[in-house]
C-alpha cells in the first residue's frame, strides 16, 4: 500500500466520474480540545440511478483541536484530495450541521479559528464544484467515515477493506 506524505492528500492522478461523493468526519479525544482525526470516503458517481463506488479513503491524524475544528479539517482534506483529482463535481456529505450552516451561511463563524477554516472551505469550494450537505451521522458511510476517524485498529481494518475493495491507494495514518 502506498503511503503519502504527511500533510498530503492525493496522488497526481485524476478521477473518471462525472460526479464525486464525499462523506467526512473529524473527531478528538480522548477530551474535546484533544487529538483530532479524520475519516473522508470518496466515491466516484456514473449517475443517480447507478451504485456510487468507493475509489479512495482518508484516516489520518490532524494535531490537537476541537471536534468542530476536526470537521472542518475533514472538508478540507477532501476538498484538497478533489482539486488535485481535477474533479470539476462533487457533493460533501457532514454529519456537522454546525459546519454545514456556517458554510452554507445558515449560522455565523464566531470562533476565530472556525472564520479561518471556514474561509478556507469557501475558497476551495468553487476549484472543484463542491457543494457541502448536512446527513444524520448512522446514514450512508456516516459510520464508515466515522470509524476512519477515530482510528486505531478497527479503522485501520475498515480503511484496509475500502481500498482492497476499489482498488484505490489513499492516505492512511493510524
Not at 497526481?12 to 461523493?21: D, F, I
Not at 450541521?97 to 479559528?113: M, P, T
Request: charged share 25%; aromatic share 6%; with cysteine.
Amino acid at each position: 500500500m502506498k503511503k503519502e506524505p504527511e500533510g498530503s492528500s492525493a496522488p497526481n492522478n485524476s478521477v473518471e466520474y462525472p460526479r464525486v461523493l464525499i462523506t467526512t468526519d473529524g473527531a478528538c479525544g480522548p477530551t474535546n480540545p484533544g487529538m483530532m482525526r479524520i475519516g473522508v470516503i470518496f466515491q466516484g458517481s456514473e449517475g443517480p440511478d447507478k451504485d456510487a463506488s468507493v475509489i479512495g479513503a482518508i484516516s489520518r491524524q490532524v494535531g490537537w483541536g476541537t471536534s468542530n475544528e476536526a470537521e472542518y479539517l475533514a472538508i478540507t482534506a477532501a476538498l484538497d484530495w478533489a482539486i488535485a483529482k481535477g474533479v470539476s463535481d462533487c457533493v460533501i456529505f457532514t454529519d456537522s450541521q454546525l459546519c454545514e450552516r456556517q458554510i452554507n451561511g445558515g449560522y455565523d463563524v464566531k470562533a476565530s479559528k472556525l472564520k479561518g477554516l471556514c474561509r478556507a472551505v469557501h475558497e476551495k469550494m468553487p476549484q472543484c464544484g463542491a457543494g457541502v450537505l448536512w446527513h444524520p451521522r448512522n446514514d450512508g458511510l456516516g459510520p464508515i467515515a466515522d470509524a476512519l476517524a477515530k482510528g486505531g485498529e478497527a479503522s485501520e481494518l475498515v480503511f484496509r477493506k475500502l481500498v482492497t475493495d476499489s482498488s484505490q491507494e489513499e492516505v492512511l495514518d493510524v
